[in-house]
Protein backbone atom coordinates (compact mmCIF):
# COMPACT_ATOMS: atom_id res chain seq x y z
CA UNK A 1 0.00 0.00 0.00
CA UNK A 2 1.49 3.51 -1.01
CA UNK A 3 1.66 6.35 1.29
CA UNK A 4 0.16 9.87 0.84
CA UNK A 5 3.47 11.85 1.43
CA UNK A 6 7.34 11.57 1.60
CA UNK A 7 9.65 13.06 4.37
CA UNK A 8 13.48 13.21 3.47
CA UNK A 9 15.92 14.40 6.40
CA UNK A 10 15.39 13.11 9.92
CA UNK A 11 16.81 15.30 12.29
CA UNK A 12 14.61 16.61 15.05
CA UNK A 13 12.59 19.23 13.32
CA UNK A 14 12.03 16.21 10.40
CA UNK A 15 11.30 13.57 12.38
CA UNK A 16 8.79 15.69 14.20
CA UNK A 17 6.97 17.02 11.40
CA UNK A 18 7.01 13.46 10.10
CA UNK A 19 5.09 12.28 13.41
CA UNK A 20 2.94 15.23 13.09
CA UNK A 21 1.49 14.28 9.99
CA UNK A 22 1.28 10.80 10.62
CA UNK A 23 -0.73 11.67 13.90
CA UNK A 24 -3.05 13.61 11.68
CA UNK A 25 -3.47 10.43 9.64
CA UNK A 26 -1.61 10.49 6.40
CA UNK A 27 0.64 7.78 5.88
CA UNK A 28 4.06 9.29 5.33
CA UNK A 29 7.17 7.26 4.07
CA UNK A 30 10.68 8.49 5.74
CA UNK A 31 14.23 8.55 4.86
CA UNK A 32 17.37 9.74 5.89
CA UNK A 33 20.86 9.21 4.50
CA UNK A 34 22.43 7.98 7.26
CA UNK A 35 19.97 5.07 7.92
CA UNK A 36 20.34 4.97 11.80
CA UNK A 37 17.70 7.72 11.63
CA UNK A 38 15.06 6.32 9.55
CA UNK A 39 15.11 3.41 12.88
CA UNK A 40 14.77 5.86 15.40
CA UNK A 41 12.12 8.14 13.47
CA UNK A 42 9.94 4.30 13.31
CA UNK A 43 10.73 3.58 17.05
CA UNK A 44 9.21 7.04 17.61
CA UNK A 45 6.44 6.45 15.93
CA UNK A 46 5.78 3.32 17.24
CA UNK A 47 6.37 4.88 20.96
CA UNK A 48 3.74 7.86 19.97
CA UNK A 49 0.57 5.43 19.67
CA UNK A 50 1.91 3.30 16.53
CA UNK A 51 1.67 6.24 14.06
CA UNK A 52 1.64 5.26 10.41
CA UNK A 53 5.14 6.25 9.41
CA UNK A 54 7.32 3.64 7.14
CA UNK A 55 11.09 4.16 6.82
CA UNK A 56 13.07 3.21 4.10
CA UNK A 57 17.19 2.80 3.60
CA UNK A 58 17.14 3.63 0.26
CA UNK A 59 16.19 6.59 -2.10
CA UNK A 60 14.66 4.62 -4.77
CA UNK A 61 11.97 2.59 -2.92
CA UNK A 62 11.08 5.23 -0.74
CA UNK A 63 10.54 7.66 -3.82
CA UNK A 64 8.27 4.48 -5.37
CA UNK A 65 6.67 3.86 -1.76
CA UNK A 66 4.70 7.51 -2.09
CA UNK A 67 1.00 7.15 -4.43
CA UNK A 68 1.52 8.79 -7.31
CA UNK A 69 1.82 12.76 -7.78
CA UNK A 70 4.41 12.22 -5.36
CA UNK A 71 4.95 14.86 -2.20
CA UNK A 72 8.16 14.67 -0.64
CA UNK A 73 8.97 17.67 1.75
CA UNK A 74 12.90 17.95 2.68
CA UNK A 75 13.73 19.02 5.50
CA UNK A 76 17.67 19.09 5.23
CA UNK A 77 20.86 21.83 5.84
CA UNK A 78 19.77 24.78 3.33
CA UNK A 79 22.25 25.35 0.78
CA UNK A 80 24.49 22.56 -0.80
CA UNK A 81 23.00 19.53 1.16
CA UNK A 82 19.40 20.37 -0.63
CA UNK A 83 20.73 20.74 -3.86
CA UNK A 84 22.52 17.26 -3.16
CA UNK A 85 18.83 16.12 -1.70
CA UNK A 86 17.00 16.88 -4.86
CA UNK A 87 19.84 15.03 -7.18
CA UNK A 88 19.47 11.90 -5.08
CA UNK A 89 15.43 12.04 -5.14
CA UNK A 90 14.36 13.50 -8.54
CA UNK A 91 16.19 10.90 -10.29
CA UNK A 92 13.43 8.60 -9.17
CA UNK A 93 10.54 11.10 -9.35
CA UNK A 94 8.01 11.24 -12.41
CA UNK A 95 6.67 14.14 -14.23
CA UNK A 96 4.14 16.10 -11.95
CA UNK A 97 5.68 14.81 -8.66
CA UNK A 98 6.28 17.74 -5.94
CA UNK A 99 9.68 18.46 -3.81
CA UNK A 100 9.16 20.69 -0.60
CA UNK A 101 12.29 22.09 0.46
CA UNK A 102 11.11 23.20 4.45
CA UNK A 103 14.26 24.81 5.39
CA UNK A 104 15.49 28.12 6.25
CA UNK A 105 16.72 28.38 2.63
CA UNK A 106 17.78 31.92 0.85
CA UNK A 107 14.60 32.44 -1.49
CA UNK A 108 16.70 32.72 -4.92
CA UNK A 109 18.22 29.37 -4.47
CA UNK A 110 14.19 28.04 -4.32
CA UNK A 111 13.65 30.16 -7.51
CA UNK A 112 16.46 28.45 -9.13
CA UNK A 113 15.75 24.95 -7.84
CA UNK A 114 11.97 25.77 -9.00
CA UNK A 115 13.13 26.63 -12.78
CA UNK A 116 15.58 23.56 -12.85
CA UNK A 117 12.50 21.49 -11.50
CA UNK A 118 10.04 22.90 -14.19
CA UNK A 119 12.32 21.96 -16.39
CA UNK A 120 12.22 18.25 -15.82
CA UNK A 121 8.49 18.57 -15.26
CA UNK A 122 8.35 18.60 -11.67
CA UNK A 123 6.81 20.70 -9.07
CA UNK A 124 8.37 22.73 -6.36
CA UNK A 125 7.62 24.61 -3.36
CA UNK A 126 9.98 26.67 -1.05
CA UNK A 127 7.89 25.93 2.38
CA UNK A 128 9.04 28.56 5.80
CA UNK A 129 8.70 25.55 8.68
CA UNK A 130 8.68 28.01 11.50
CA UNK A 131 8.01 26.93 15.36
CA UNK A 132 11.09 24.45 16.61
CA UNK A 133 11.11 21.22 17.34
CA UNK A 134 7.98 21.46 19.54
CA UNK A 135 6.10 23.63 17.04
CA UNK A 136 6.82 20.95 14.34
CA UNK A 137 5.99 18.15 16.27
CA UNK A 138 2.52 20.13 17.76
CA UNK A 139 1.66 22.71 14.68
CA UNK A 140 4.03 24.60 13.38
CA UNK A 141 3.27 27.97 11.48
CA UNK A 142 4.03 27.42 8.14
CA UNK A 143 4.24 29.47 4.45
CA UNK A 144 4.36 28.00 1.62
CA UNK A 145 5.41 29.51 -1.74
CA UNK A 146 6.46 28.41 -4.91
CA UNK A 147 3.19 26.14 -7.62
CA UNK A 148 0.19 26.72 -6.75
CA UNK A 149 -0.75 23.85 -8.21
CA UNK A 150 1.43 22.20 -5.57
CA UNK A 151 0.25 23.56 -2.67
CA UNK A 152 -3.29 23.06 -3.45
CA UNK A 153 -1.92 19.45 -3.66
CA UNK A 154 -0.85 19.16 -0.26
CA UNK A 155 -3.54 21.87 1.16
CA UNK A 156 -5.55 19.02 2.81
CA UNK A 157 -2.01 17.77 5.28
CA UNK A 158 -0.79 21.19 6.10
CA UNK A 159 -4.05 22.70 7.44
CA UNK A 160 -4.34 19.81 9.75
CA UNK A 161 -0.65 19.49 10.24
CA UNK A 162 -0.33 23.94 10.90
CA UNK A 163 -0.88 25.07 14.90
CA UNK A 164 -4.90 25.92 14.94
CA UNK A 165 -5.73 28.85 16.22
CA UNK A 166 -9.15 29.42 17.50
CA UNK A 167 -11.21 32.09 15.75
CA UNK A 168 -8.47 32.46 12.93
CA UNK A 169 -8.16 29.01 11.79
CA UNK A 170 -4.91 27.24 10.55
CA UNK A 171 -1.71 28.80 10.78
CA UNK A 172 -0.84 28.20 7.04
CA UNK A 173 -1.95 29.91 3.78
CA UNK A 174 -0.29 30.21 -0.02
CA UNK A 175 1.94 32.70 0.43
CA UNK A 176 2.51 33.40 -3.56
CA UNK A 177 5.26 32.62 -6.04
CA UNK A 178 8.68 31.66 -6.40
CA UNK A 179 10.80 32.24 -3.38
CA UNK A 180 7.62 34.01 -1.93
CA UNK A 181 7.59 31.69 1.19
CA UNK A 182 11.52 31.65 2.13
CA UNK A 183 11.61 35.26 1.71
CA UNK A 184 8.48 35.78 4.38
CA UNK A 185 10.22 33.20 6.61
CA UNK A 186 13.45 35.33 6.38
CA UNK A 187 11.57 38.33 7.63
CA UNK A 188 9.45 36.19 10.53
CA UNK A 189 13.03 35.44 11.95
CA UNK A 190 14.22 39.29 11.19
CA UNK A 191 11.53 40.23 13.50
CA UNK A 192 12.56 37.76 15.43
CA UNK A 193 15.85 38.76 16.38
CA UNK A 194 13.85 42.24 16.96
CA UNK A 195 11.65 40.62 19.37
CA UNK A 196 15.09 39.04 21.03
CA UNK A 197 16.82 42.03 21.32
CA UNK A 198 14.52 44.33 22.73
CA UNK A 199 13.20 41.43 25.28
CA UNK A 200 17.06 41.10 26.21
CA UNK A 201 17.36 45.10 26.47
CA UNK A 202 14.20 45.39 29.06
CA UNK A 203 15.80 42.60 30.78
CA UNK A 204 18.73 44.37 31.36
CA UNK A 205 17.46 47.60 32.62
CA UNK A 206 15.25 45.89 35.06
CA UNK A 207 18.41 44.14 36.17
CA UNK A 208 21.40 46.13 35.65
CA UNK A 209 19.29 49.72 37.02
CA UNK A 210 16.31 48.29 38.52
CA UNK A 211 18.30 45.46 40.55
CA UNK A 212 15.69 43.20 39.94
CA UNK A 213 16.29 39.35 40.96
CA UNK A 214 15.57 36.50 38.86
CA UNK A 215 13.01 35.74 40.88
CA UNK A 216 11.74 39.17 40.55
CA UNK A 217 12.05 38.95 36.76
CA UNK A 218 10.64 35.80 36.68
CA UNK A 219 7.05 37.43 38.21
CA UNK A 220 7.29 40.57 36.25
CA UNK A 221 7.72 38.75 32.99
CA UNK A 222 4.74 36.59 33.83
CA UNK A 223 2.96 39.30 34.53
CA UNK A 224 3.58 40.98 31.18
CA UNK A 225 2.71 37.64 29.56
CA UNK A 226 -1.08 37.91 30.56
CA UNK A 227 -1.33 41.36 28.92
CA UNK A 228 -0.60 43.37 25.92
CA UNK A 229 3.20 41.84 25.63
CA UNK A 230 2.06 38.16 25.93
CA UNK A 231 3.76 35.81 23.61
CA UNK A 232 5.84 32.60 23.04
CA UNK A 233 8.78 34.55 23.28
CA UNK A 234 8.00 36.40 26.69
CA UNK A 235 6.56 33.16 28.51
CA UNK A 236 9.97 31.10 27.84
CA UNK A 237 12.08 34.27 28.75
CA UNK A 238 9.63 33.74 32.07
CA UNK A 239 10.68 30.03 32.24
CA UNK A 240 14.42 30.70 31.47
CA UNK A 241 14.25 32.95 35.05
CA UNK A 242 13.01 30.45 37.02
CA UNK A 243 16.05 27.76 35.64
CA UNK A 244 18.23 26.97 38.44
CA UNK A 245 21.42 25.65 37.64
CA UNK A 246 21.96 21.85 37.59
CA UNK A 247 25.17 21.88 40.43
CA UNK A 248 22.09 23.95 42.31
CA UNK A 249 24.50 26.92 42.91
CA UNK A 250 22.52 29.77 41.49
CA UNK A 251 20.39 30.28 38.05
CA UNK A 252 20.96 28.72 35.04
CA UNK A 253 20.70 32.58 32.72
CA UNK A 254 23.44 33.89 35.17
CA UNK A 255 25.66 31.07 33.77
CA UNK A 256 25.15 31.64 30.10
CA UNK A 257 28.22 33.13 28.03
CA UNK A 258 26.80 36.50 27.05
CA UNK A 259 28.21 35.90 23.30
CA UNK A 260 25.07 35.27 20.64
CA UNK A 261 25.38 32.49 17.91
CA UNK A 262 23.26 32.89 14.32
CA UNK A 263 22.33 30.69 11.26
CA UNK A 264 22.09 33.38 8.89
CA UNK A 265 18.26 34.56 8.53
CA UNK A 266 18.42 37.67 10.36
CA UNK A 267 21.66 39.25 8.07
CA UNK A 268 19.86 38.06 5.06
CA UNK A 269 16.85 40.30 6.34
CA UNK A 270 19.22 42.99 6.92
CA UNK A 271 20.65 42.46 3.40
CA UNK A 272 17.40 42.86 1.75
CA UNK A 273 16.59 45.78 3.77
CA UNK A 274 19.36 47.87 2.46
CA UNK A 275 18.93 46.28 -1.58
CA UNK A 276 15.16 47.40 -1.22
CA UNK A 277 16.45 51.09 0.51
CA UNK A 278 13.93 49.88 3.27
CA UNK A 279 15.08 51.49 7.06
CA UNK A 280 15.17 48.37 9.46
CA UNK A 281 17.23 50.04 12.14
CA UNK A 282 15.59 47.81 15.29
CA UNK A 283 16.46 44.40 12.98
CA UNK A 284 19.86 46.31 12.07
CA UNK A 285 20.43 46.71 16.09
CA UNK A 286 19.78 43.39 16.77
CA UNK A 287 22.21 41.66 14.71
CA UNK A 288 24.55 44.67 15.41
CA UNK A 289 24.35 43.39 18.83
CA UNK A 290 25.24 40.13 18.41
CA UNK A 291 27.83 40.73 16.24
CA UNK A 292 29.05 42.70 19.57
CA UNK A 293 28.27 40.18 21.58
CA UNK A 294 30.46 37.81 19.74
CA UNK A 295 33.53 40.13 20.61
CA UNK A 296 33.58 38.64 24.06
CA UNK A 297 37.61 39.03 24.12
CA UNK A 298 37.65 42.30 23.19
CA UNK A 299 35.25 43.56 25.03
CA UNK A 300 36.75 42.19 28.46
CA UNK A 301 40.31 43.67 26.99
CA UNK A 302 37.91 47.32 27.09
CA UNK A 303 36.28 46.75 30.18
CA UNK A 304 39.74 46.73 31.56
CA UNK A 305 40.75 50.04 29.74
CA UNK A 306 37.66 52.04 30.25
CA UNK A 307 37.55 50.27 34.39
CA UNK A 308 41.08 51.67 34.72
CA UNK A 309 39.91 54.98 33.29
CA UNK A 310 37.74 55.38 35.95
CA UNK A 311 34.05 54.02 34.50
CA UNK A 312 32.63 50.84 36.12
CA UNK A 313 30.30 48.26 34.35
CA UNK A 314 27.32 50.80 34.66
CA UNK A 315 27.25 54.03 36.25
CA UNK A 316 25.54 53.78 39.37
CA UNK A 317 24.15 56.86 40.72
CA UNK A 318 20.74 56.33 39.21
CA UNK A 319 17.62 56.29 41.90
CA UNK A 320 14.99 53.91 40.38
CA UNK A 321 11.66 53.39 41.61
CA UNK A 322 11.36 50.15 40.66
CA UNK A 323 7.65 49.57 40.16
CA UNK A 324 7.32 52.69 37.81
CA UNK A 325 10.66 51.08 36.10
CA UNK A 326 8.90 47.64 35.05
CA UNK A 327 5.92 49.87 33.81
CA UNK A 328 7.99 51.76 32.15
CA UNK A 329 9.75 49.22 31.01
CA UNK A 330 6.64 47.53 29.92
CA UNK A 331 5.92 50.32 27.53
CA UNK A 332 9.31 50.80 26.04
CA UNK A 333 9.30 47.34 24.88
CA UNK A 334 5.36 47.55 23.60
CA UNK A 335 6.13 50.15 21.59
CA UNK A 336 9.76 49.39 20.13
CA UNK A 337 8.07 45.88 19.08
CA UNK A 338 5.68 47.87 17.31
CA UNK A 339 8.23 49.56 15.20
CA UNK A 340 10.10 46.82 14.61
CA UNK A 341 7.21 44.90 13.09
CA UNK A 342 6.56 47.77 11.04
CA UNK A 343 9.93 47.43 9.52
CA UNK A 344 9.42 43.83 8.80
CA UNK A 345 6.15 44.26 7.17
CA UNK A 346 7.33 47.54 5.00
CA UNK A 347 10.44 44.76 3.97
CA UNK A 348 7.73 42.25 2.65
CA UNK A 349 5.61 45.05 0.92
CA UNK A 350 8.91 46.21 -0.90
CA UNK A 351 9.70 43.13 -2.40
CA UNK A 352 6.08 41.97 -2.81
CA UNK A 353 6.01 45.28 -5.69
CA UNK A 354 8.97 44.37 -6.63
CA UNK A 355 8.68 40.62 -7.47
CA UNK A 356 4.97 40.79 -8.69
CA UNK A 357 4.42 38.67 -5.42
CA UNK A 358 0.66 39.98 -3.81
CA UNK A 359 1.37 39.32 -0.96
CA UNK A 360 -0.97 40.11 1.74
CA UNK A 361 0.51 41.17 4.99
CA UNK A 362 -2.84 41.05 6.77
CA UNK A 363 -3.15 37.17 6.06
CA UNK A 364 0.97 36.92 7.14
CA UNK A 365 -0.32 38.57 10.80
CA UNK A 366 -2.91 36.18 10.42
CA UNK A 367 -0.28 32.67 10.20
CA UNK A 368 1.87 34.22 12.47
CA UNK A 369 -0.65 34.41 15.12
CA UNK A 370 0.14 30.73 16.35
CA UNK A 371 2.68 28.29 16.01
CA UNK A 372 5.72 30.19 15.21
CA UNK A 373 8.68 31.50 17.47
CA UNK A 374 6.93 35.14 16.86
CA UNK A 375 3.34 34.42 17.74
CA UNK A 376 1.65 36.72 19.93
CA UNK A 377 -1.27 38.30 21.11
CA UNK A 378 -0.39 41.13 19.39
CA UNK A 379 -0.65 39.94 15.75
CA UNK A 380 -3.96 39.87 15.96
CA UNK A 381 -3.62 43.39 16.21
CA UNK A 382 -1.60 43.81 12.94
CA UNK A 383 -3.80 41.94 10.96
CA UNK A 384 -6.65 44.02 12.61
CA UNK A 385 -5.20 47.10 10.99
CA UNK A 386 -4.11 45.52 7.73
CA UNK A 387 -7.23 44.45 7.87
CA UNK A 388 -8.94 48.61 8.08
CA UNK A 389 -6.61 49.30 5.67
CA UNK A 390 -4.40 46.80 3.36
CA UNK A 391 -2.84 50.06 2.06
CA UNK A 392 -1.68 51.06 5.00
CA UNK A 393 2.16 53.10 4.17
CA UNK A 394 3.07 51.89 7.87
CA UNK A 395 1.92 50.22 10.98
CA UNK A 396 2.62 53.40 12.98
CA UNK A 397 -0.11 55.39 11.21
CA UNK A 398 -2.96 53.24 11.94
CA UNK A 399 -5.54 54.85 13.99
CA UNK A 400 -4.90 52.24 17.19
CA UNK A 401 -1.06 51.63 16.89
CA UNK A 402 -0.73 55.55 16.58
CA UNK A 403 -2.90 56.00 19.46
CA UNK A 404 -0.91 53.25 21.59
CA UNK A 405 2.47 54.90 20.61
CA UNK A 406 1.63 58.45 21.88
CA UNK A 407 0.38 56.90 25.14
CA UNK A 408 3.41 54.98 25.75
CA UNK A 409 5.89 57.61 24.57
CA UNK A 410 6.75 59.60 27.54
CA UNK A 411 7.40 55.99 29.30
CA UNK A 412 9.59 55.07 26.27
CA UNK A 413 11.48 57.92 26.68
CA UNK A 414 12.39 57.74 30.17
CA UNK A 415 13.45 54.30 29.58
CA UNK A 416 16.19 55.24 26.91
CA UNK A 417 17.08 57.81 28.60
CA UNK A 418 17.25 56.32 31.66
CA UNK A 419 19.84 53.46 30.05
CA UNK A 420 21.65 56.15 27.74
CA UNK A 421 22.65 58.04 31.91
CA UNK A 422 23.53 54.50 33.43
CA UNK A 423 25.82 53.75 30.65
CA UNK A 424 23.66 50.63 29.40
CA UNK A 425 23.26 50.37 25.80
CA UNK A 426 19.69 50.04 24.23
CA UNK A 427 20.17 49.68 20.79
CA UNK A 428 17.07 48.24 19.55
CA UNK A 429 14.83 50.30 21.39
CA UNK A 430 16.69 53.56 20.81
CA UNK A 431 16.83 52.12 16.88
CA UNK A 432 12.89 51.73 17.63
CA UNK A 433 12.35 55.24 19.14
CA UNK A 434 14.43 57.43 16.46
CA UNK A 435 12.92 55.52 13.28
CA UNK A 436 9.44 56.60 14.93
CA UNK A 437 10.82 60.04 15.70
CA UNK A 438 12.31 60.15 12.21
CA UNK A 439 8.74 58.68 10.52
CA UNK A 440 6.26 61.10 12.62
CA UNK A 441 8.32 64.64 11.57
CA UNK A 442 7.35 66.58 8.34
CA UNK A 443 10.67 68.01 8.36
CA UNK A 444 13.98 66.83 8.77
CA UNK A 445 17.75 68.32 8.55
CA UNK A 446 17.96 66.36 5.39
CA UNK A 447 17.39 69.56 3.65
CA UNK A 448 20.62 70.48 5.13
CA UNK A 449 22.39 66.91 3.69
CA UNK A 450 20.65 67.52 0.39
CA UNK A 451 22.48 71.62 0.53
CA UNK A 452 25.64 69.73 1.17
CA UNK A 453 25.45 67.42 -1.71
CA UNK A 454 24.41 69.90 -4.49
CA UNK A 455 27.51 72.41 -2.69
CA UNK A 456 30.17 69.50 -3.49
CA UNK A 457 28.37 67.77 -6.05
CA UNK A 458 28.17 71.50 -7.94
CA UNK A 459 31.75 71.68 -7.00
CA UNK A 460 32.78 68.65 -8.92
CA UNK A 461 31.47 69.96 -11.96
CA UNK A 462 32.46 73.08 -12.12
CA UNK A 463 36.13 71.66 -11.49
CA UNK A 464 36.20 69.89 -15.00
CA UNK A 465 37.74 72.15 -16.73
CA UNK A 466 36.58 70.86 -20.32
CA UNK A 467 33.16 72.39 -19.69
CA UNK A 468 32.75 75.48 -21.95
CA UNK A 469 32.40 78.45 -19.25
CA UNK A 470 28.52 79.08 -20.30
CA UNK A 471 27.49 75.36 -19.41
CA UNK A 472 29.02 75.78 -16.08
CA UNK A 473 26.86 79.04 -15.51
CA UNK A 474 23.49 77.97 -16.80
CA UNK A 475 23.51 74.46 -15.37
CA UNK A 476 24.28 74.82 -12.03
CA UNK A 477 21.53 75.03 -9.61
CA UNK A 478 21.93 78.31 -7.88
CA UNK A 479 20.95 79.72 -11.53
CA UNK A 480 17.96 77.62 -12.40
CA UNK A 481 16.49 78.17 -9.43
CA UNK A 482 17.04 81.94 -10.27
CA UNK A 483 14.95 81.77 -13.25
CA UNK A 484 12.67 79.48 -11.54
CA UNK A 485 13.44 76.15 -13.25
CA UNK A 486 13.66 74.37 -9.82
CA UNK A 487 12.39 70.92 -11.47
CA UNK A 488 15.47 70.92 -13.87
CA UNK A 489 18.07 72.34 -11.26
CA UNK A 490 16.51 69.09 -8.92
CA UNK A 491 17.20 66.79 -11.95
CA UNK A 492 20.45 68.16 -12.40
CA UNK A 493 21.45 68.01 -8.82
CA UNK A 494 20.26 64.29 -9.29
CA UNK A 495 22.37 63.49 -12.23
CA UNK A 496 25.75 65.22 -10.84
CA UNK A 497 25.79 63.65 -7.55
CA UNK A 498 24.41 60.60 -9.00
CA UNK A 499 27.77 60.62 -11.27
C1 LIG B 1 11.80 29.22 13.79
C2 LIG B 1 13.15 29.78 14.06
C3 LIG B 1 14.25 28.91 13.58
C4 LIG B 1 15.62 29.41 14.05
C5 LIG B 1 16.23 30.38 13.07
C6 LIG B 1 16.99 31.54 13.64
O1 LIG B 1 11.05 29.96 13.18
O2 LIG B 1 11.50 28.12 14.20
O3 LIG B 1 13.27 31.02 13.42
O4 LIG B 1 14.12 28.79 12.22
O5 LIG B 1 15.52 29.90 15.31
O6 LIG B 1 17.08 29.63 12.26
O7 LIG B 1 18.14 31.09 14.22
P1 LIG B 1 19.48 31.86 14.54
O8 LIG B 1 19.20 32.70 15.75
O9 LIG B 1 20.38 30.73 14.84
O10 LIG B 1 19.92 32.64 13.36
Known amino acids: KLTRIGLAGLAVMGQNLALNIAEKGFPISVYNRTTSKVDETIERA ?51 DCIIDGGNEWYENTE ?27 GPSLMPGGSFEAYKYIEDIVLKVAAQVPDSGPCVTYIGKGGSGNFVKMIHNGIEYGDMQLIAEAYDVLKSVGKLSNEELKNVFSEWNRGELQSFLIEITADIFGIKDDKGDGYLVDKVLDKTGMKGTGKWTVQQAAELSVAAPTIEASLDSRFLSGLKEERTEA ?22 LIDDVRQALYASKICSYAQGMNLIRAKSIEK ?3 LKLGELARIWKGGCIIRAIFLDRIKKAYDRNSDLANLLVDPEFAKEIIDRQSAWRRVVCLAINSGISTPGMSASLAYYDTYRRERLPANLVQAQRDYFGAHTLISIS ?32 FN
Open 356 to 358: GWD
Open 112 to 138: RREKAMTELGLLYLGMGVSGGEEGARN
Open 303 to 324: AKVFKSGGFGDILDDQVVDKER
Open 466 to 497: HLPPWYRLFSSPGILRLVGLDALSESWITTIN
Open 46 to 96: KAEGNLPVFGFHDPESFVQSIQKPRVIIMLVKAGAPVDQTIKTLSAYMEKG
